[in-house]
């Protein structure tokens, strides 16, 4: 059977959307994992993922929900949100292409399935009276909005309205500050639209789209790909460092892009300026458009974001349990999601969580994961490379500017992110005097008061924005 197979007239769009599928993942794969369960389907405006049991639909979210998402968006199929569902009635074993009249009259004789097989645990599920899986599409509406983000929202509100208006469009946080949320938002709004052709890839996809292009897939196709588009969306740039080849492509891509009026939109953990592996030219082309942070939400934006993350999931968490999470674990949205997954998990376990101190307990393990481990080596570091200077000249005895304010930062940092004493911080940098880190921890305090210019004779730094900048490496680990 070949990608053509599945290329037949269908006024919903979805034997084309399949046959993009087949030819994206392989015809192999294609019959393995989707069409002997007679998927997907389009009902009700909904992308219909289906499988015979819990194991393996999960297996089919894991390996391809990211595709599926992304083909949405550039077949233009008309589904606000893709639903994974068990059905116990599914034809694991068909071999016929799927249609909706096939995958109603092969139901009727099908086998139901085995409680036993779902997720590969003594848990028994029934496959009947399985929920449904459904993963909504995200849209710009539906992103918590907060000082931590907020540029990076108007921004993209901006150009999912008006494709052009500041390309590329750029912006950077640590991972789980929800970066990849937000590309995906605009290029579902974008979507939505129908009126803009739009590729979201990773940069992953782009270097390994590259590769097989010289290899034999031609470089022609490739570029016609990624420029006869709208709008194209990157996430992860910086995994293309040190790739010179392909940063070359990648620049020319953006060059042409940019030079005819169209939207390019780039996700990273840092800004350009600190990419240097990038190269300057594709540094440069990318600090050219706008440039906007995103960080770790913080207080009601944190706490919007665990509701909404429990909502989702049908859960309802008391407000002093939501208060004390937002309080206690760190921002990251996975590790948030996790904490709310723990919650539901102990609810469908008959264990639920209804007071502050139970719900302490029960998450007492991810708080130590939340709270950044973070030691005097590491704070070392990020100074010293924020800065341009070596280890050796931060815990010298040299009381010029270029070293001890550098140095006098390093301690103040030590002191705010380890549980290190006064006379250790003293003896790990350069063996100073207790009362030396006490001089240092209220020096920096004055200086954030003022936001003062400080740093080495080759590199200086507004101190708020050079704690940024640390923050940022220690975080990106």
């Known amino acids: 059977m070949t990608p053509q197979r599945y290329e037949q007239h269908s006024e919903s769009g979805i034997d084309e959307f399949r046959a993009a599928l087949a030819e994206r993942i392989g015809v192999d794969r294609y019959e393995l994992w989707f069409e002997?369960?007679?998927?997907?389907?389009?009902?009700?405006?909904?992308?219909?993922?289906?499988?015979?049991?819990?194991?393996?639909?999960?297996?089919?979210?894991?390996?391809?929900?990211?595709?599926?998402?992304?083909?949405?968006?550039?077949?233009g199929l008309a589904a606000e949100r893709i639903r994974f569902r068990?059905?116990?009635?599914?034809?694991?074993?068909?071999?016929?292409?799927?249609?909706?009249?096939?995958?109603?009259?092969?139901?009727?004789?099908?086998?139901?399935?085995?409680?036993?097989?779902?997720a590969g645990s003594g848990l028994r599920i029934s496959a009947e009276s399985a929920e449904p899986v459904?993963?909504?599409?995200?849209?710009?509406?539906?992103?918590?909005?907060?000082?931590?983000?907020?540029?990076?929202?108007?921004?993209?509100?901006?150009?999912?309205?008006?494709?052009?208006?500041?390309?590329?469009?750029?912006?950077?946080?640590?991972?789980?500050?929800?970066?990849?949320?937000?590309?995906?938002?605009?290029?579902?709004?974008?979507?939505?639209?129908?009126a803009h052709r739009c590729l979201s890839i990773s940069a992953e996809q782009f270097v390994?789209?590259?590769?097989?292009?010289?290899?034999?897939?031609?470089?022609?196709?490739?570029?016609?790909?990624?420029?006869?588009?709208?709008?194209?969306?990157?996430?992860?740039?910086?995994?293309?460092?040190?790739?010179?080849?392909?940063?070359?492509?990648?620049?020319?891509t953006i060059d042409r892009l940019c030079d005819t009026g169209r939207q390019v939109i780039v996700t990273?953990?840092?800004?350009?300026?600190?990419?240097?592996?990038?190269?300057?030219?594709?540094?440069?082309?990318?600090?050219?458009g706008l440039v906007c942070s995103i960080d770790f939400p913080q207080g009601d934006a944190k706490r919007q974001l665990i509701e909404r993350l429990a909502a989702s999931k049908g859960l309802k968490i008391p407000a002093p349990i939501v208060d004390m999470m937002a309080d206690e674990l760190a921002g990251d949205a996975r590790q948030l999601s996790g904490a709310v997954h723990r919650l539901i998990g102990l609810k469908l376990a008959g264990a639920e969580v209804t007071s502050v101190?139970?719900?302490?307990?029960?998450?007492e393990d991810l708080v130590p994961i939340a709270a950044a481990c973070v030691g005097m080596s590491e704070i070392e570091d990020a100074v010293c490379e924020t800065f341009g200077i070596n280890r050796e000249l931060l815990r010298s005895s040299s009381k010029s500017r270029q070293?001890?304010?550098?140095?006098?930062?390093?301690?103040?940092?030590?002191?705010?992110?380890?549980?290190a004493a006064l006379s250790e911080i003293g003896d790990y940098f350069g063996g100073r005097r207790h009362s030396t880190v006490a001089t240092a921890q209220r020096t920096v305090d004055g200086w954030l008061k003022n936001d003062r210019v400080v740093g080495t004779m080759h590199r200086s730094l507004r101190v708020t924005d050079a704690v940024r900048r640390i923050e940022r490496r220690l975080a990106c680990g």
Request: glycine share 6%.
């Open 403 to 419: 070293c001890s304010q550098p140095r006098m930062l390093a301690m103040w940092l030590a002191r705010r992110m380890t549980r």
């Open 86 to 118: 068990v059905e116990a009635t599914v034809a694991g074993a068909s071999a016929q292409p799927s249609t909706p009249t096939a995958s109603t009259d092969s139901t009727r004789s099908a086998k139901p399935t085995d409680p036993r097989r779902a």
């Open 357 to 363: 101190d139970e719900a302490r307990r029960q998450l």
């Open 208 to 252: 390994t789209g590259y590769i097989e292009a010289l290899q034999g897939s031609g470089m022609p196709s490739f570029r016609a790909k990624h420029r006869d588009v709208d709008v194209l969306l990157i996430d992860d740039v910086h995994f293309v460092a040190g790739k010179r080849a392909t940063i070359g492509e990648l620049i020319n």
């Open 134 to 194: 459904e993963r909504p599409l995200p849209l710009l509406s539906d992103v918590v909005t907060g000082p931590h983000n907020q540029m990076a929202v108007v921004a993209a509100q901006q150009v999912a309205h008006q494709p052009g208006t500041c390309s590329p469009l750029y912006i950077y946080g640590p991972t789980g500050s929800g970066k990849s949320w937000l590309l995906r938002s605009i290029a579902h709004s974008i979507f939505r639209q129908r």
């Open 268 to 288: 990273s953990t840092r800004p350009p300026a600190e990419l240097t592996e990038l190269g300057p030219d594709l540094s440069a082309r990318l600090g050219a």
């Open 36 to 75: 002997r369960f007679q998927s997907p389907r389009l009902e009700e405006g909904q992308l219909v993922v289906s499988a015979s049991d819990s194991y393996t639909l999960s297996s089919i979210s894991r390996l391809f929900e990211r595709t599926l998402h992304e083909l949405l968006t550039q077949t």
